[in-house]
């Protein structure tokens, strides 16, 4: 569901005309709050254009009606704001001293590096390393900021001569896997499994790719289809600081990915 502002941005940030979609795209950034209580009529009259050209820019977006795209965005929008309170105090409170907030954010993020060095299997992280050696066809996958660490792993093997896939926009994502095959590995970030509830999980099975899972949720149902499985960060789901901390955690693991595939193979 979070893709939703993404593929706004992403048609913001790459589309060279800036046509009619264009505009629309723009409008909706800039009010994207108000999004989720218009209706069609109004955002068309926002964006001074037609309803028709509304439903046809939600359909490119990938999106079957405006009423699921505003759906998304209200989703999305509560997932940000459950986000801020990584700390019991921060969703309650509005008089937090600053020095406090500095202090747990780090303290968050400190816990959860901790946790992974303590729990990261090195055996497992190295059979992926091996994985990837081996293979040619490698594709990553994940949703939102998952996936924009799978462009920065995508970047350090390119500089090592090794070439993979980390495509952002899921539709893409889509695309390739059902173009893979038994010879392909794919391997999916994701901090809280959430990539589970979409339909790549069962294009990745249907293609008979080797898959590999780097997750911090140890709960979620895909893990059994994965060959396999590096569990990293705090598994704790139920904790506000779960995302948070679990982003840099990742962080980690692929910059770790990045040293050890230098040490073990050039």
């Given at each position: 569901m979070?893709?939703?502002?993404?593929?706004?941005?992403f048609f913001v940030n790459s589309n060279k005309e800036k046509d009619v979609y264009y505009t629309i795209a723009w409008t909706m950034l800039q009010n994207i709050k108000e999004v989720p209580r218009l209706n069609i009529n109004q955002l068309a009259d926002m964006c001074y254009t037609s309803t028709s050209t509304i439903s046809r820019f939600i359909k490119k977006l990938g999106y079957e009606s405006f009423g699921d795209f505003k759906e998304k965005v209200e989703l999305v929008l509560g997932y940000y704001k459950r986000d801020i309170s990584f700390h019991p105090?921060?969703?309650?409170k509005s008089d937090i001293d600053p020095s406090s907030m500095v202090k747990n954010f780090y303290g968050v993020i400190n816990n959860h590096l901790k946790e992974t060095c303590n729990n990261l299997d090195i055996r497992k992280l190295d059979k992926l390393l091996e994985l990837i050696y081996q293979?040619?066809?490698?594709?990553?996958?994940?949703?939102?900021f998952s996936q924009y660490?799978?462009?920065?792993?995508?970047?350090?093997l390119l500089a090592l001569g090794k070439f993979v896939t980390a495509f952002v926009d899921v539709k893409e994502q889509l695309k390739c896997a059902e173009e893979s095959d038994e010879g392909s590995l794919?391997?999916?970030l994701s901090i809280a499994g959430r990539v589970g509830k979409t339909d790549l999980v069962n294009k990745i099975k249907e293609s008979k790719s080797k898959l590999v899972v780097i997750t911090q949720n140890p709960k979620v149902d895909f893990l059994e289809d994965a060959d396999l499985?590096?569990?990293?960060?705090?598994?704790?789901t139920d904790k506000e600081e779960f995302l948070l901390g679990g982003r840099y955690a990742l962080l980690s693991i692929i910059d770790l990915m990045y040293y050890r595939y230098v040490f073990l193979y050039n």
């Open positions: 979070g893709e939703v502002i993404y593929r706004l941005l105090d921060f969703g309650e293979h040619k066809k490698i594709n990553f996958f994940g949703m939102q660490m799978s462009m920065e792993i995508q970047a350090k794919a391997i999916i499985v590096i569990l990293f960060g705090n598994k704790n």
